[in-house]
């Protein structure tokens, strides 16, 4: 049973971990005037005491840290740990995070040779963490029933190579169209995947401007136009049709103002998924008080997507199998908040709220940087796909070793990095499913492949 160890090179990933976790952060600490003085708690035990702390523990105690603390040979007290956590905690944290982003990119992409037809696949959604009152002036939540502050994270994923390629917090209640500062990572030659919460017609065309596709689902009732300009009555259209798939040249929006050349892509849906489709929306419309028209309930019967991806790139057989990747940040948000502790963060004050988000971000981008280059096997095994959730529990096995390495030699954090990787290749993978295949089955078995 072969592996891709092969592909992974060793030294070069040990050697980002190690040049992370070096003395090298006394700088940033001493710039966020986190270190004033000398102390054995200096930056980087902090930093390693932090991220490998709730790497081995999402829901440790600040009585766990200093027990970590002691494995280092530091001693410190609960009431130590706390005194450490302030502002300028906050700072130094925060910045470390915005490293780790930098650093921790895989270049390996993933061995499906129509997919590397694009120069990236980028995936936007966010999340929300509920927080404190007490930080309602600096993160408002939604309001109604929800939290009164909460936090908004943004994720930009780089689906090709495995990357978090972006991550932003804002205030919960920040609307996710408002949200553009993606287009500052979108790449000429790249796809760009977004549900229905960031339908921007001004993005849309940001994207096209930048030499890139974008690929999301229609928003009704955005304007259709023919490529001669007349506008498209939909309803009308999908009536007069009898083929389960349909495709249209067509322009976006408004004619004075945006005229988007892009593919419309229309797939039929069994009736019974559309009335269960249907069933839900007006359950959620009740709840709000709201009324649905007619036209709107019969455009559930179908799954409609816009793209300005060429067929060359991008075949209507290979539309709806490729939106469907962007499911893949609904398991990254599960990862965080269930297996990482993002959800565990509890509500205490402000300082020890973000100190540890941003330190337990630092090691999610870890793991994500670990898992990036392993996601699908080789021939032994094919067909089977990386769990993320899996590797989240062989590195917590193995985070107090990681940790303790990290003191010594760099050949001695190799060694202990190596077992990390031979156990996330034995055990790490999920079963292969015959009769609902993962999207990597899905993508590789597909006329993608």
């Given at each position: 049973m072969k592996s891709n160890t092969k592909k992974l090179d060793l030294q070069s990933i040990g050697k980002k971990i190690t040049e992370f976790f070096s003395p090298s952060v006394e700088i940033i600490a001493r710039q966020t005037k986190f270190v004033q003085r000398n102390s054995p708690l200096n930056g980087l035990n902090y930093l390693k005491i932090g991220v490998f702390g709730f790497l081995e523990n999402p829901g440790a105690s600040l009585n766990d840290l200093a027990q970590v603390s002691l494995d280092l040979g530091i001693k410190v007290t609960p009431q130590g740990m706390d005194e450490r956590i302030n502002p300028f905690s906050v700072a130094f944290m925060r910045s470390m995070f915005h490293q780790a982003i930098e650093v921790f990119k895989s270049q390996i992409p993933l061995a499906l040779p129509a997919l590397q037809l694009f120069t990236a696949i980028n995936i936007v959604d966010s999340t929300v963490k509920e927080l404190p009152d007490s930080m309602v002036t600096e993160y408002p939540g939604c309001g109604g029933n929800g939290p009164m502050a909460s936090m908004k994270i943004q994720l930009v994923f780089e689906f090709l190579r495995g990357n978090l390629k972006q991550v932003a917090l804002q205030a919960g209640r920040a609307a996710d169209h408002a949200y553009q500062d993606y287009l500052m990572v979108v790449e000429q030659g790249s796809l760009n995947l977004m549900d229905l919460g960031y339908f921007c017609l001004d993005a849309f065309r940001e994207i096209a401007n930048k030499g890139a596709y974008f690929l999301s689902r229609y928003l009704y009732p955005t304007a259709l136009l023919t490529p001669e300009g007349k506008r498209i009555d939909l309803v009308s259209l999908l009536q007069q049709q009898t083929a389960e798939t349909i495709e249209h040249s067509i322009l976006l929006g408004n004619p004075t103002h945006y005229r988007l050349p892009c593919r419309l892509v229309i797939l039929h849906l069994p009736l019974a998924v559309a009335e269960e489709r249907r069933r839900k929306t007006k359950a959620r419309a009740a709840k709000r008080g709201e009324t649905l028209t007619a036209k709107y309930l019969f455009l559930l019967g179908w799954?409609?997507?816009?793209?300005?991806?060429?067929?060359?790139?991008?075949?209507?057989?290979?539309?709806?199998?490729?939106?469907?990747?962007?499911?893949?940040?609904?398991?990254?948000?599960?990862?965080?908040?269930?297996?990482?502790?993002?959800?565990?963060?509890?509500?205490?004050?402000?300082?020890?709220?973000?100190?540890?988000?941003?330190?337990?971000?630092?090691?999610?981008?870890?793991?994500?940087?670990?898992?990036?280059?392993?996601?699908?096997?080789?021939?032994?095994?094919?067909?089977?796909?990386?769990?993320?959730?899996?590797?989240?529990?062989?590195?917590?096995?193995?985070?107090?070793?990681?940790?303790?390495?990290?003191?010594?030699?760099?050949?001695?954090?190799?060694?202990?990095?190596?077992?990390?990787?031979?156990?996330?290749?034995?055990?790490?993978?999920?079963?292969?499913?015959?009769?609902?295949?993962?999207?990597?089955?899905?993508?590789?078995?597909?006329?993608?492949?």
């Amino acid at each position: 049973m072969k592996s891709n160890t092969k592909k992974l090179d060793l030294q070069s990933i040990g050697k980002k971990i190690t040049e992370f976790f070096s003395p090298s952060v006394e700088i940033i600490a001493r710039q966020t005037k986190f270190v004033q003085r000398n102390s054995p708690l200096n930056g980087l035990n902090y930093l390693k005491i932090g991220v490998f702390g709730f790497l081995e523990n999402p829901g440790a105690s600040l009585n766990d840290l200093a027990q970590v603390s002691l494995d280092l040979g530091i001693k410190v007290t609960p009431q130590g740990m706390d005194e450490r956590i302030n502002p300028f905690s906050v700072a130094f944290m925060r910045s470390m995070f915005h490293q780790a982003i930098e650093v921790f990119k895989s270049q390996i992409p993933l061995a499906l040779p129509a997919l590397q037809l694009f120069t990236a696949i980028n995936i936007v959604d966010s999340t929300v963490k509920e927080l404190p009152d007490s930080m309602v002036t600096e993160y408002p939540g939604c309001g109604g029933n929800g939290p009164m502050a909460s936090m908004k994270i943004q994720l930009v994923f780089e689906f090709l190579r495995g990357n978090l390629k972006q991550v932003a917090l804002q205030a919960g209640r920040a609307a996710d169209h408002a949200y553009q500062d993606y287009l500052m990572v979108v790449e000429q030659g790249s796809l760009n995947l977004m549900d229905l919460g960031y339908f921007c017609l001004d993005a849309f065309r940001e994207i096209a401007n930048k030499g890139a596709y974008f690929l999301s689902r229609y928003l009704y009732p955005t304007a259709l136009l023919t490529p001669e300009g007349k506008r498209i009555d939909l309803v009308s259209l999908l009536q007069q049709q009898t083929a389960e798939t349909i495709e249209h040249s067509i322009l976006l929006g408004n004619p004075t103002h945006y005229r988007l050349p892009c593919r419309l892509v229309i797939l039929h849906l069994p009736l019974a998924v559309a009335e269960e489709r249907r069933r839900k929306t007006k359950a959620r419309a009740a709840k709000r008080g709201e009324t649905l028209t007619a036209k709107y309930l019969f455009l559930l019967g179908w799954t409609i997507f816009l793209t300005n991806a060429p067929v060359t790139l991008l075949s209507l057989e290979q539309v709806a199998c490729l939106y469907r990747v962007r499911w893949q940040i609904e398991l990254i948000f599960k990862l965080w908040k269930s297996y990482c502790g993002l959800k565990h963060i509890a509500h205490w004050r402000r300082e020890r709220v973000l100190t540890e988000l941003y330190t337990k971000m630092i090691g999610i981008i870890l793991i994500h940087f670990l898992v990036a280059p392993l996601r699908i096997p080789d021939e032994g095994w094919s067909g089977r796909e990386i769990s993320t959730i899996q590797v989240r529990k062989v590195v917590a096995r193995y985070a107090s070793r990681l940790n303790q390495s990290l003191s010594d030699d760099e050949s001695d954090f190799i060694i202990v990095l190596r077992r990390v990787i031979d156990q996330i290749v034995r055990f790490g993978f999920k079963q292969k499913r015959r009769k609902n295949p993962n999207v990597c089955q899905r993508l590789a078995s597909s006329s993608l492949a």
